[in-house]
């Protein structure tokens, strides 16, 4: 399956059960009931891609593009904010090593892409962060993005 195709897929599926108003109707336990809601930005362009990645100088793996491609950023399920290209810059963490940066929240916790690994075909690159953790505490998701 080419790279990037997982992730066109699952966020396909997952708009196809959203309610009309963008929502989604879960039961958790004791059979309560609750909506949860998500919220795609427009999607950016190729040459916003390209010209993010030149002027600061990072590469952003394929299929992290493809969901750029498709919605610059979101917001699922109220508590993950995946970053759109302005958003990285704005989140940036000037404490992570060389290559590393921030691409979600998600509640407490930052998801953080190591390019260095990318680039040397590490496919393995994502990594999740405490708040107020450094780098050396990662912890490796064993995932790239679109899984």
């Known amino acids: 399956m080419e790279e990037g195709q ?4 699952t966020l396909n599926g997952l708009k196809q059960r959203l ?3 963008r929502t989604l109707t879960v039961q958790q336990e004791a059979g309560a009931i609750f909506e949860l809601s998500c919220s795609f930005h427009n999607q950016a362009t190729i040459e ?3 010209n993010f990645q030149s002027e600061h100088n990072w590469i952003l793996p394929k299929d992290y593009q493809v969901f750029l491609l498709e919605h610059n950023g979101a917001r699922i399920f109220e508590d993950l904010d995946l970053y759109s290209l ?4 704005t989140f940036k963490d000037t404490n992570l090593p060389e290559g590393c940066f921030c691409i979600a929240s998600f509640l ?3 998801i953080v892409i190591d390019s260095r690994l990318y680039q040397k075909g590490i496919k ?3 990594f999740c962060l405490d708040s107020i953790a ?3 505490n990662a ?3 064993n995932a790239n993005f679109e899984l």
């Open 6 to 9: 997982i992730i066109r897929k």
């Open 19 to 21: 309610n009309s108003d």
């Open 48 to 50: 916003q891609l390209e």
């Open 86 to 89: 302005e958003e990285l810059i």
């Open 108 to 110: 407490d916790s930052r």
């Open 124 to 126: 393995d690159y994502l």
């Open 134 to 136: 450094g780098f050396e």
């Open 139 to 141: 912890i490796n998701l």
